[in-house]
Every structure is written in C-alpha cells, then in structure tokens.
C-alpha cells in the first residue's frame, strides 16, 4: 500500500522512525568496540551526522530489477518500490563510500572489507592526532 500512497508512507515512516532512531540510539550505547549498524533509510530520514562513516550500499538499476524478480516481484512492482525511494545517486552523495554490489556475493564481501578497513585507519590516523 505504501509504495502506491505518498501519503500514507509519510505517515508510516512518521510512526517508524522515531522509533527505530530511539531504539538504536539506546543499542549504540549499549555497545563496546567496532559496531556497526545497518539503517536502510538513513539518508532519507537526514540522520547522516555523528556516525565515524556512512556507507552506502548501491547497484545498477538492471541488477535491482533482476534480483527484486528473483524475489518474486513483478517489474511493476520493483519500479513503484523503487520510484517511491530517494534516487540512489542522492544517496551516494551524502555517503562517505559507496559498495558496489554488481556481481556476486564473495565480490561484495571483498568490497565490503576493504571499505571498513579504509575505515578502520581513518579513525586510527584521527585518533593519532
């Protein structure tokens, strides 16, 4: 339903969020060491600042459609999903680094270390100033 209503996805993201940015705010500080937290609308909600990076997660438009039919959804549907969320070259311009997930999973795991370890020594170079 959302995906077809504007309206009635503001107000569920107005009912969602909160509560997800309360709940993780209280898990952060819960937490010792290396965390890291996976928010699909960070972006969206413009709760970019405070974090040590923000990482997004992107693909070809093609690849999204083709893994949403794997999933059983029409074309139909993938686009109104799609179409319904901020442009993904928004996305990777408020983000620190971008993951290409392209190809296969080991592609993408390989990706994904190399990105926190680039991380890893940033905040380490920031620590030994």
């Known amino acids: 339903v959302v995906f077809g209503d504007a309206s009635a996805r503001i107000a569920l993201n107005q009912l969602v ?43 070809d438009e093609p690849e999204v459609l083709r893994r949403m039919n794997q999933r059983g959804w029409s074309a139909e549907e993938a686009r109104k999903r799609m179409a319904a969320q901020m442009p993904l070259a928004e996305k990777e311009e408020q983000s620190d680094f971008i993951i290409q997930n392209n190809e296969t999973l080991d592609a993408l795991r390989l990706e994904t270390r190399t990105v926190l370890e680039r991380i890893r020594n940033q905040r380490n170079m920031d620590e030994r100033r």
Request: glycine letters at 6%; a negative charge.
């Open 17 to 59: 969020h909160p509560a997800v940015m309360c709940e993780t705010r209280s898990w952060l500080e819960q937490q010792v060491g290396n965390t890291a937290v996976l928010i699909p609308l960070l972006v969206e909600i413009g709760w970019v600042d405070g974090w040590d990076a923000v990482i997004c997660v992107s693909a």
